[in-house]
């Protein structure tokens, strides 16, 4: 894993969707080109509200704006396509995987003069769009269906700690990219892209060093693409760091009926 690369992504000087955007590039060696259809976006929402002065009305006409007049409503799936992950052919085809969709709606709002924020909702990725200093509108990316006040109590609720103390923080960069990389990586290996699948194992292990859960994945990867002796070292230590998870004593079974010295080793 190349540091420079990595400073760059987390770079305080760039945006969110510019850091995806570098994501992106290094998993597909290829540069995104998507800046004139989303400044054609966000041209729409300027003019959608341009006389419209009150900050909650201008934050509820913008969400409109997007998800009827610009196509951004969608429904939610299990697994996202490739489509939906890369940015360009996300906003060509209004096909955007959740944390891809809160960004370039983040980018898209803020382009507007106003302020967004992406912040997690148990369980859920969400943006918040700040109205003033006592309001603002939290909704869900794919459909754009906002929860009230009840709502976030509730979710809030069942985390640890004392509820009135809560305070819904924005989701630092570090963890956006977390979530974007599993949702990326999920998608390539559904896809059958084990290659790709592994460039985003490497970003999450730059971020996460040594998460078992990653070590394991990037130990399938590295076996679907026939690199066996260091997918057994992964597996081994997945193996050794979650002994009780079921996948942890499936595998050791497996790999103890294993002898790397018969394998072919590349």
Same mark, same amino acid.
């Given at each position: 894993?190349?540091?420079?690369?990595?400073?760059?992504?987390? #770079?305080?000087?760039?945006?969110?969707?510019? #850091?995806?955007?570098?994501?992106?590039?290094?998993?597909?060696?290829?540069?995104?080109?998507?800046?004139?259809?989303?400044?054609?976006?966000?041209?729409?929402?300027?003019?959608?509200?341009?006389?419209?002065?009150?900050?909650?009305?201008?934050?509820?006409?913008?969400?409109?704006?997007?998800?009827?007049?610009?196509?951004?409503?969608?429904?939610?799936?299990?697994?996202?396509?490739?489509?939906?992950?890369?940015?360009?052919?996300?906003?060509?085809?209004?096909?955007?995987?959740?944390?891809?969709?809160?960004?370039?709606?983040?980018?898209?709002?803020?382009?507007?003069?106003?302020?967004?924020?992406?912040?997690?909702?148990?369980?859920?990725?969400?943006?918040?769009?700040?109205?003033?200093?006592?309001?603002?509108?939290?909704?869900?990316?794919?459909?754009?269906?906002?929860?009230?006040?009840?709502?976030?109590?509730?979710?809030?609720?069942?985390?640890?700690?004392?509820?009135?103390?809560?305070?819904?923080?924005?989701?630092?960069?570090?963890?956006?990219?977390?979530?974007?990389?599993?949702?990326?990586?999920?998608?390539?290996?559904?896809?059958?892209?084990?290659?790709?699948?592994?460039?985003?194992?490497?970003?999450?292990?730059?971020?996460?060093?040594?998460?078992?859960?990653?070590?394991?994945?990037?130990?399938?990867?590295?076996?679907?693409?026939?690199?066996?002796?260091?997918?057994?070292?992964?597996?081994?230590?997945?193996?050794?760091?979650?002994?009780?998870?079921?996948?942890?004593?499936?595998?050791?079974?497996?790999?103890?009926?294993?002898?790397?010295?018969?394998?072919?080793?590349?």
């Amino acid at each position: 894993m190349n540091d420079l690369l990595m400073s760059e992504i987390k #770079s305080e000087q760039r945006n969110l969707l510019s #850091s995806l955007a570098l994501v992106e590039e290094y998993v597909f060696s290829e540069r995104p080109r998507f800046e004139q259809m989303l400044n054609d976006v966000v041209e729409a929402c300027r003019e959608a509200i341009a006389d419209i002065e009150e900050p909650m009305d201008r934050a509820e006409c913008l969400i409109n704006e997007l998800y009827v007049s610009q196509l951004f409503l969608d429904n939610e799936r299990n697994v996202w396509p490739v489509i939906s992950q890369k940015i360009s052919s996300a906003v060509e085809y209004k096909l955007m995987a959740p944390v891809l969709k809160a960004a370039i709606i983040q980018s898209i709002v803020n382009a507007c003069d106003m302020e967004a924020e992406i912040v997690f909702v148990p369980e859920q990725v969400m943006v918040r769009i700040i109205c003033d200093d006592i309001y603002s509108i939290i909704f869900e990316p794919v459909s754009g269906e906002s929860i009230n006040w009840q709502q976030l109590d509730a979710r809030l609720g069942d985390l640890e700690g004392d509820p009135s103390q809560e305070f819904l923080a924005p989701m630092e960069v570090n963890s956006i990219l977390v979530e974007y990389l599993t949702s990326l990586k999920n998608s390539l290996i559904k896809d059958v892209q084990f290659d790709k699948a592994l460039k985003c194992v490497d970003l999450l292990l730059a971020l996460r060093p040594d998460d078992p859960f990653e070590r394991r994945d990037r130990g399938f990867l590295l076996h679907q693409l026939d690199c066996f002796k260091v997918a057994y070292d992964d597996y081994q230590f997945f193996v050794k760091e979650c002994p009780q998870d079921p996948a942890a004593q499936l595998l050791k079974l497996q790999l103890d009926k294993i002898t790397i010295a018969d394998t072919v080793l590349h």
